[in-house]
């Protein structure tokens, strides 16, 4: 009788701990405002904004960090408690079921995307556009700010997270359906440059 009453106890500190572990979704929405801004707004070049984006565009990018099948670059918390140490999406994501992401997916989805007020070359953002409207606007419509097409917000994302996206893309890095794959094969240093300062042109 002892045996099972330690069972179950440990069983239930077992899913206490993991609860905790994994959290409510307003102490994740918290420690992911810390990077993202608040409402998911960011304020800095090598974070994306994330409120607005797609629920589907964003639980697929969840499970996809937390099967670590793309890139997890380390960051530093941007706001409340920066003492914490540096982390990772991948980390991040870890332990969070699958309820959870849906939730937070859901969550940031039902808030407005703000378009980041940031400089941009006004000559690169018109080659930009035509680069993007013969290469991204089927799939990215409206210049990359329609949530509609469930493939992410480009336009008015921070210039240095699309930077870096682009440049996982073309290296092979991260994981992309066929035909995106030959559009982004093909482009040049300089037509990224153009269809970021495009995005960017975008307030």
Excluded at 25 to 30: F, M, N, P
Excluded at 32 to 43: K, L, P, R, T
Excluded at 153 to 159: D, E, P, Q, S, W
Aim: aromatic share 6%; net charge negative.
């Amino acid at each position: 009788m002892k045996r099972i009453i330690s069972i179950a106890i440990s069983t239930t500190l077992g899913l206490f701990a993991s609860a905790v572990m994994a959290g409510d979704l307003e102490s994740v929405v918290a420690d992911c405002n810390g990077c993202h801004g608040d409402d998911g707004v960011s304020q800095w070049t090598d974070v994306p904004t994330i409120a607005g984006v797609p629920e589907f565009v964003h639980s697929d990018a969840l499970y996809i960090f937390r099967d670590e099948a793309r890139p997890c670059s380390e960051s530093q918390y941007k706001q409340g408690d920066t003492s914490k140490p540096a982390t990772t999406m991948c980390a991040v994501t870890a332990d969070l079921s699958d309820d959870m992401i849906d939730e937070i997916a859901a969550y940031y989805a039902g808030l407005p995307f703000v378009a980041a007020k940031q400089d941009f070359d006004a000559a690169l953002a018109e080659a930009g556009k035509a680069v993007h409207e013969g290469n991204c606007d089927k799939c990215h419509s409206d210049g990359g700010a329609n949530p509609e097409d469930e493939a992410g917000i480009l336009a008015g994302n921070m210039m240095g997270y699309l930077e870096a996206q682009l440049a996982d893309y073309r290296a092979g890095e991260r994981e992309q359906p066929k035909k995106m794959e030959e559009k982004v094969s093909a482009l040049t240093d300089d037509d990224v440059k153009a269809l970021v300062n495009y995005y960017a042109s975008q307030q």
